[in-house]
């Protein structure tokens, strides 16, 4: 896991929301057997996805977007499951002009980042049962 954390929730319904700056947004977590399907909004826009996998993988895109117009928007993730959804942090493209043109950046923060909302805040752990079966005991 990016920074060695991660944040997930097992919770129906359970929602993690984030406000970013940018053209695009990809968000990085985990796909594998015991994930399940998820929503993600953006401004509005609603789209069902899976995190299921046949196999482990870890820091692999669950989400993305590009092609927004620049400017503030909402990304929010709702688990549509009784099964594992988690966040481990996020990546967006801003685009940022001045008087001799613009320049793309890219931009990173971890999901213990204060910027992210998660509700309940009770159906979000951060803590691991069982190290082990992370990431080579990585969490």
Known sequence: YYAQTFTRATQLGATASFTFNGTSITIYG???PNHGNFTVDVD??????S??????????????????NGGTHVV???NRQYAFLDIDYVSWASYVSSSQGGTVSQLY???SDT?????PANAWSTSISDLNNFSNSTG
């Not at 509005?44 to 996805?49: F, I, K, R, S």
């Not at 910027?115 to 509700?119: A, D, E, N």
């Open 30 to 32: 985990t796909k594998s």
């Open 44 to 49: 509005g826009l609603e789209q069902m996805t």
């Open 51 to 68: 995190g299921s996998s046949d196999n482990n993988q870890y820091q692999v895109p669950i989400y993305s977007v590009d092609g927004l």
């Open 76 to 78: 929010t993730l709702t």
């Open 109 to 111: 923060i971890d999901d």
């Open 115 to 119: 910027s992210f909302q998660y509700l």
